[in-house]
């Protein structure tokens, strides 16, 4: 990896807060990008979630793995490509219906379906964590649910946090 501290961090306004991925400037999304990659901050996002979706109770990537290879033996799908749309979509699906994800992060709206956590569906609330057991966080189809366990989701966003601060300089405008 390279250095912890950039020579020149990005200089980012503090109405930046406010943003979406459309109102994002692209040069600066650019930049913020250059440099995560170039200081081997995108590795360490990805090895960090990696570990966590590991280390995590639920197992799963060994969940997905076995629902892509039954699948596949169902002849549900056939070919690779029709396989990630169908485990992608069951992905969703799952996180949808999660009881955890009912909640926003940061205040925000979770209605975005970057893949990464959506919101609720139904307002269920219920005990335990998602994806803590397969016993009281099972899919429709009796299945182990999909939806990335939201322990593994606040690690992986605390640690893009962590590695934004400190590729990011927030500016002070003055206003708000």
């Known amino acids: 990896m390279a250095s912890q501290n950039p020579a020149t961090p990005v200089k980012v ?12 400037d692209p040069d600066l999304r650019s930049q913020i990008n250059t440099l995560l990659i170039k200081d081997g901050h995108v590795t360490k996002i990805q090895d960090h979630l990696l570990h966590s979706l590991h280390a995590h109770p639920s197992n799963w990537p060994t969940v997905i793995q076995t629902h892509a290879l039954s699948l596949l033996r169902s002849g549900d799908v056939t070919t690779f490509p029709a396989l990630l749309r169908r485990v992608i979509e069951d992905v969703r699906q799952d996180t949808a219906l999660a009881p955890n994800t009912t909640r926003p992060v940061n205040g925000s709206s979770s209605s975005d379906d970057g893949g ?10 219920t005990e335990g964590t998602n994806g803590a057991t397969a016993s009281n966080n099972t899919a429709s189809a009796g299945r182990p649910s999909l939806a990335v366990p939201q322990a593994v989701v606040d690690e992986a ?20």
């Open 13 to 24: 306004p503090s109405s930046a807060a406010n943003y979406t991925a459309a109102t994002l």
């Open 116 to 125: 990464g956590g959506g919101g609720g569906v139904n307002g269920k609330k």
């Open 157 to 176: 966003l605390k640690v893009t946090r962590e590695c934004l601060d400190t590729v990011c300089e927030l500016e002070d405008s003055g206003t708000t």
